[in-house]
C-alpha cells in the first residue's frame, strides 16, 4: 500500500502526489516510507524560485512562465508558497481559481502551500514537496514566494535559478539593491514594465548589476528581463535568461556545489526537526511539559536550567550547554 | 565577572545590558550564566508589540507613544525587530536616526535587531532580549515589527497587548480583517487619520470589531483609535486603550494564562534551539557532515535513513522515527 503510493508517483499519478503531500503536511508517518522510496529517483528537475514583494505580479508571471515553458515540450510543477501572513493572507483564493485553469493541462501540477504554523518551517516542507513533484517526473518546478522573512529566504535557497520580480512605481528598488536581494538574484524581472518608470528602474538595476560583476567580482552577471506578464510579454526572453543561468551553473560546477549545499541544510533541518518532534511529543504526552512550564512561570525554576535537564536526559553526547555552565 | 554583568543590569546599567544582548546575538556562551541570573528578576515589565505593513508609521508611532508613556513616568524599552528581509532592510538607517534622538532620554533603551538569518529564529531572540530589558528595570517594553511571515507572528505572540496599524489607502484592510489579523490585535491603530479614507476605514474595522464580539463572542471588544503619530496625534488616547486592555487581561485571568502560554512556547523554542546547535556542531566537527551529505548527494543514500541513523546514534529514549519504520 505505502510503496504503491510511490510506485504511482513514479508512474506519474497526480492524484498519488496530492496524497503524499498531504501526508507531509500532516506529519503522517506513511510519509517517511514513500520518501525513502521516491528519494533514488528524485535530482532530475531544474528549480526555479519566483519571488518578490506583494503586488508585483508573481502570480500571473509564474502561470504566463508556465505556459512559456510547456510550449517548449517540458512539464511543469508549481509550488505557491504563501507566507501565511496576515497581511498578505490573500493569495490562496487567487491560487485556487488559477489552478482551476492550469489544470486542465496534464503537464501541469500545482500545490499551494498556506499552513500556517507549519512544525519545522516551510522551507523543510517546501523542500520535501519539490522531491514528490520531481520523482513524479516534472522537468521544471517553479516555486512562488513573497521574500520576505527568514523563512521565505530559506525556501528561495532550495532554487537553481532564482528570479527577483521588481515593479516601477513601488519605491523599493534602491532599497532593495541594499540590503541583499543581489546576492539572491540570479535574473532580475521588471514587471508592469509598461508603467511609467520602468526604464529608470532598469537602469538602476543593471547599473547595480554590473558594479557587482565588476568590481566586487560576481562571476555571474545577473540580466534584467522586462516584462508585462499579463500581456504575456517578456516570458520567451525571461525562459531564454533562466536556460542560460542553468547552462552557466552546469558549465562552471557551481550547480553540483550549490546542490551539494541544499543536501546539506536539507539533512541538518530534518534531523533537527525529527529530534525536536520526539522530544516535544515525549513532554507533552507525560505531561511534564506542563508541570515544568508552572515552575518556571511561578518563578521556582528558569527555563535555562530547565533546558539543560531536558537535553541531558535526551541525548547520549554532548552535554548540553556543557561549554556554558 | 560573569554574574558582574547580570549585578550591572539589575543596577539598572544599559551599557552592561547591551553588552548581553550583544553576547546573546553572538550566541556567546557567557550568556547562559546572566539569563540565569536574571530571569528570577523579570516577568514584571508589560509588554506591547506593534506591527502593520511596511509605510504604516510604526516606527514614529513607537516613538511618540514612547514620549506619552514617559510623561506618565513609566521607563520605556524598545525593542525594533528588522524581518531582514530583502524588501523591507530600509529601517536599520531610520532605527540609528531614531536612535540618536531618544538615546538622550535615560529612561529609554531603544535596540534594533536586524540580524539576518538569526539562529534559532528572531522570535527566540526577541524573547530573551526582552527578560533583559525587563531586569533592567523598564516598566514597559515596546516590540515593534512588520507582522509578515511565520516568525514575525511568534514575535508579536510575545506580547501583553498587540497594537496592529492600519492606514488608509494601502487597501489591504479588508484582506487582513480576513486572514487571521483580528484574532492578534487587542488594539486597532488607524494612522495618518488625517487622510483620506480614514473615516471609511474607521468603520470597516470597528464593524467587524463588533461582529468578532457579538456573534463570534470573542470576549474582549479592541477599541480602534485613530491618530497622527507625526502631529503627535491621538498618542493620550492609544496609551489609555493599552492600559484598558491592560486592565481586563489581569481582572479577567486571561493575564497570567497568556504568560504562561508564552513560557511553554519560549521553554520548547530554548529546548528546539539548544537540540539544532548541538547536533549541527558535533556532525560539522566530526566531519560527518561532509561525508553523509557526500554520500546524499551522489544519490548513494537517502536523506531518511541517514536521518534515522543520526538519531539512534543520538538519542536516549524513544528509537528515532519509530513508528515510521
Request: with cysteine; aromatic share 4%.
Amino acid at each position: 500500500m505505502l510503496t504503491d503510493v510511490a510506485g504511482e508517483i513514479l508512474r506519474g499519478s497526480p492524484r498519488a502526489a496530492a496524497r503524499l503531500i498531504t501526508w507531509l503536511e500532516n506529519e503522517d508517518p506513511r510519509a517517511f516510507p514513500c520518501m525513502e522510496a521516491l528519494f533514488p529517483h528524485s535530482g532530475r528537475a531544474y528549480i526555479i524560485g519566483i519571488t518578490g514583494s506583494p503586488g508585483a505580479g508573481k502570480s500571473t508571471l509564474t502561470d504566463k512562465l508556465t505556459q512559456a515553458i510547456r510550449s517548449s515540450g517540458l512539464t511543469v510543477g508549481i509550488i505557491a508558497v504563501d507566507p501565511s501572513s496576515p497581511f498578505t493572507g490573500g493569495a490562496v483564493l487567487g491560487d485556487r481559481v488559477r489552478m482551476s485553469q492550469l489544470s486542465l493541462d496534464p503537464g501541469v501540477f500545482i500545490r499551494s502551500m498556506a499552513t500556517r504554523g507549519f512544525l519545522g518551517g516551510m522551507a523543510r516542507a517546501t523542500g520535501e514537496v519539490v522531491k514528490v513533484l520531481d520523482a513524479l517526473g516534472k522537468d521544471i518546478i517553479l516555486i512562488e514566494t513573497v521574500g520576505v522573512g527568514q523563512d521565505e529566504v530559506d525556501i528561495i535557497g532550495i532554487a537553481d535559478t532564482t528570479c527577483v520580480v521588481l515593479v516601477p512605481g513601488l519605491g523599493d528598488a534602491i532599497q532593495s539593491m541594499k540590503s541583499g536581494i543581489m546576492e539572491i538574484a540570479d535574473v532580475f524581472v521588471i514587471n508592469k514594465s509598461d508603467r511609467s518608470g520602468a526604464d529608470q528602474l532598469y537602469t538602476e538595476v543593471a547599473t547595480r548589476v554590473e558594479q557587482d560583476h565588476h568590481i566586487k567580482g560576481r562571476p555571474w552577471l545577473a540580466p534584467v528581463v522586462k516584462t508585462v506578464a499579463v500581456n504575456n510579454e517578456g516570458m520567451e526572453d525571461l525562459w531564454e535568461k533562466i536556460e542560460r543561468h542553468r547552462r552557466y551553473l552546469e558549465a562552471s560546477g557551481e550547480f553540483m556545489e550549490r546542490r551539494r549545499e541544499r543536501t546539506g541544510r536539507e539533512t541538518l533541518r530534518m534531523i533537527h526537526h525529527e529530534i525536536f518532534r520526539l522530544v516535544r511529543r515525549q513532554l507533552e504526552d507525560t505531561g511534564e511539559m506542563e508541570r515544568l512550564v508552572g515552575e518556571i512561570t511561578d518563578r521556582k525554576r528558569d527555563p535555562y536550567s530547565v533546558m539543560k535537564e531536558v537535553l541531558s536526559g535526551w541525548l547520549k553526547q554532548a552535554g548540553p550547554a556543557k561549554e556554558a555552565s
